[in-house]
């Protein structure tokens, strides 16, 4: 059974900066595309980020450009989400997920397009 767990959630304040991971076993890490959501309370679930197989291209969600950051490390098969200039908007949970695409392409925004997902860890931005 594949599994993506991520780590590292918690609360901070408006202003502060939080790192999430994503850590990945029974699959193939290289062979996906790996993409960042949230979904707050009463909200839909929404794409904040995506990185390549390759590592090379990277898509942001308007609201987040600027200050998240998605990276990947396949050593550790870990994909990360560093959060700066939080918000009390970007409060949500905030899950993983694996899209098998090619090398190249650029990461899928659309959650319907990720064939696992992870539980999700939160965040909390106080003001």
């Known amino acids: 059974q594949v599994l993506l767990v991520e780590s590292g959630g918690g609360s901070v304040q408006a202003g502060g900066s939080l790192r999430v991971s994503c850590t990945v076993s029974r699959l193939t890490f290289n062979n996906y595309a790996m993409g960042w959501f949230r979904q707050a309370p009463g909200k839909e679930r929404e794409f904040v980020a995506g990185i390549s197989r390759s590592g090379r291209v990277t898509v942001y969600a308007d609201s987040v450009k600027g200050r998240f950051t998605i990276s990947r490390d396949s050593a550790k098969n870990t994909v990360y989400l560093q959060m700066n200039s939080l918000k009390p908007e970007d409060t949500a949970v905030y899950s993983c997920?694996?899209?098998?695409?090619?090398?190249?392409?650029?990461?899928?925004?659309?959650?319907?397009?990720?064939?696992?997902w992870g539980q999700g860890t939160q965040v909390t931005v106080s003001s």
């Open positions: 997920a694996a899209d098998y695409r090619e090398y190249w392409a650029i990461p899928n925004r659309g959650l319907n397009e990720y064939n696992y």
